[in-house]
Every structure is written in C-alpha cells, then in structure tokens.
C-alpha cells in the first residue's frame, strides 16, 4: 500500500486537473444531447436566456415542462468548453453545421456585455415589489373577509383569534415588503 502524499495532492488540487474542471453531464451520451445541440446550432436555443431554454425543453417533451428539469444548458456548455459533441464530432462555437457564420454574438464568461443596465433592473425590481404588495393586500381583505363570514355564521369566538394573527402575519410582511421597496429606491436615487 502506497503511502498519502499530501504535497502531490496540493498540488494536484491547485492545478486545473480539479479547479475548473468542466465535468460531464449525465445525460452526455444520449441522443437528447445530441438533440440540445443541433437544436443549439439551428439557433432554436439560446443559453444565455432560461427562458429560451425552458420553452425549448418544454417543446422537446411534448409540450409539458419536464420535471426534474433537463440538462440543456450544461449539456450545451459542456459542448462548448470541450470542443466536441457526444458522438466524438467537432463542436465548433459560433459555427452552424454548414459552416456559416451563427448570428449570436460571443457571450462574455459571466455575460456581462449584455446585462441591462442597473436602473433597468432597480426599476423592474420596483415594481414587482409594488405589484407583491398589492397581492398581499388582496390576499389580506380575501383572509379577513373569509375569517369574518366564518365567525358570523357559527358564532365561534375562536376564531377572532384567528382573525388577528394572520392579520399580524400579513402585517409584518407588508412591513418587510416596504422596507424592501424603500430600499430599492434609494438604491436607485444612489446610482442616478
């Protein structure tokens, strides 16, 4: 039996043979894959957006979004980092399958270049929020109003317990939703 050598170790570990090291998808061999990646090549996916992702998934199973989700984008990644597809052909980014040039421009490692700009997503962040909190005003009279009938129709005072905890409950999340709103604002008031 060979003997631990911690040093070898260290430096195996700090060399790219652990750090950075894109490992294979599971669903790497199988024809989904192969699938992901042409459909990837004719411009039908586009990694940088969930969105386009999840909408091709859903169509590649029949129109019903799988669960557990697909591995599409790592498979599509893995692709790209490696240079090869699963059947041991080239892959070659930016490329379609008969070489013309793909209308997608390169993505940046952490897809800076196409962020949107911060006051873009403060505002957008804004009004979710406003839209949340409009819900959970909603969702506070529908409570409330369901609790009371309850109480007037069977006379159970019980329930007016009921009636005012989930009103503190709702309370307190309109208070964090608020809290949250006013901070979003003078974040964007900062960044002006």
């Known amino acids: 039996m060979s003997k631990f050598d911690h040093n070898k ?50 169509e590649y199973n029949g129109g019903r979004t799988p669960n557990p989700a697909f591995e599409t984008a790592e498979i599509i990644t ?21 070489g013309s040039k793909m209308n997608e ?8 270049e196409d962020a949107p700009d911060l006051q873009t997503e403060l505002a957008s962040y804004i009004e979710e929020v406003e839209r949340v909190a409009e819900e959970v005003r909603d969702l506070e009279q529908f409570v409330a109003g369901g609790i009371d009938r309850y109480e007037d129709e069977t006379g159970d005072l019980r329930v007016s317990q009921l009636r005012n905890q989930s009103s503190r ?13 006013k901070a979003l604002q003078r974040a964007q008031k900062g960044n002006a």
């Open 9 to 58: 170790w260290i430096k195996d570990f700090k060399s790219r043979k652990f750090l950075n090291e894109v490992r294979e998808p599971k669903s790497w061999d199988s024809q989904f894959a192969m699938t992901a990646i042409e459909a990837y090549e004719a411009g039908d996916i586009d990694i940088s957006n969930p969105t386009s992702v999840k909408k091709w998934d859903k």
């Open 78 to 98: 893995y692709a790209i980092e490696t240079g090869k597809k699963p059947d041991g052909k080239p892959f070659r980014f930016g490329l379609k399958p008969d």
């Open 105 to 112: 421009a390169p993505q940046s490692e952490f897809g800076i």
């Open 169 to 181: 409950y709702i309370q307190s999340s309109e208070k964090n939703l608020d809290g949250l709103y």
